[in-house]
């Protein structure tokens, strides 16, 4: 039952209005069904509608699958990912992930973090992914096509990829903390420019990341990164990102893969998202939890 309905716009040219959050399902990899069952109804609360899952978060589209027998698939946007860089196996393996999640196609086939040289290459050449993934299209097994990436290269990767191909969203890590290195938001404004001229899809994530797991740190891991834990700083987090973009409110948000703060993200982004947090809230913020640079574009850009 929807208790509180997020706000929703266009995901880019696609023609559906999705929650401002989306449901990031990475955080279904390692669950049970019985757990992913409890987060299901957490997203049903807050009227989430769009799910986005891959080929390499585990068992997550096998926790996705028994969700549709009450017939959520046809009111939810599904997006998954494929980590294959040719033809062949891009196929493969989007109809391995058709048959993983029980459906006859995807909403949104994506490349999954496509930014080092060697694979975007590959990705971009004849008989390469991005030409099987866009025939797929053509065929009905996929609505949209579109490519992700994670670190301070992304987003220029991203231009490049936009360049070559048609593509109908995009994901990349945008938060607070990373829009204050110069270089990365001079060529994310680039890039979100060009998707608002197009009208390709935006989604953010780490939107509520506090830095790498530092040695020793047993605490609780259920993300390659440590996330913010404070609710109210959580909650700035998002609504920033989520107040962001060339027009009023371009960005999606996907919710982190730590399922604990599902709730606390989704309570967020149903809060009166046009009043953003300012900057000296946000940046004390940083100063309180010790954020830490998650990408620097050289040693710590692989994840």
């Not at 299901?40 to 891959?54: I, K, S």
């Not at 969700?67 to 196929?91: H, I, Q, S």
Request: hydrophobic share 40%; net charge negative.
């Amino acid at each position: 039952m929807v208790t509180t309905t997020l706000p929703r716009m266009p995901f880019g040219r696609t023609g559906h209005e999705s929650s401002r959050v989306l449901f990031g399902a990475a955080a279904l990899g390692r669950m049970s069904q019985e757990r992913a069952d409890q987060v299901r109804d957490v997203l049903d609360e807050f009227g989430v509608n769009h799910y986005d899952t891959a080929a390499g978060y585990g068992d997550s589209e096998l926790r996705l699958a028994p969700w549709w027998r009450d017939g959520r698939r046809e009111r939810v946007f599904l997006a998954t990912k494929t980590g294959e860089r040719t033809g062949a196996g891009a196929r493969a393996e989007l109809e391995r992930s058709l048959d993983r999640l029980g459906v006859d196609h995807v909403d949104l086939i994506q490349l999954h973090n496509l930014v080092e040289e060697d694979e975007w290459r590959l990705a971009h050449a004849p008989g390469g992914a991005v030409e099987a993934l866009i025939r797929a299209r053509d065929e009905g097994l996929v609505r949209a096509v579109g490519v992700t990436g994670h670190g301070l290269r992304i987003a220029g990767m991203h231009l490049r990829s936009l360049e070559r191909a048609d593509f109908d969203a995009v994901l990349l890590p945008y938060n607070f903390s990373l829009l204050q290195d110069p270089g990365y938001r001079a060529t994310v404004e680039e890039l979100l420019a060009i998707c608002a001229e197009r009208q390709v899809a935006v989604q953010a994530i780490k939107s509520v990341a506090r830095r790498r797991w530092r040695p020793g740190d047993e605490s609780p891991r259920y993300s390659w990164y440590e996330p913010l834990r404070d609710p109210a700083a959580v909650g700035r987090a998002v609504r920033w990102v989520l107040s962001q973009g060339a027009f009023a409110g371009q960005l999606f948000v996907n919710s982190s893969s730590d399922a604990t703060l599902l709730r606390t993200i989704l309570s967020a982004a149903a809060d009166d998202v046009n009043v953003p947090p300012t900057f000296s809230e946000l940046a004390a913020d940083a100063e309180a939890a010790e954020v830490e640079p998650l990408f620097d574009g050289e040693a710590l850009e692989r994840i």
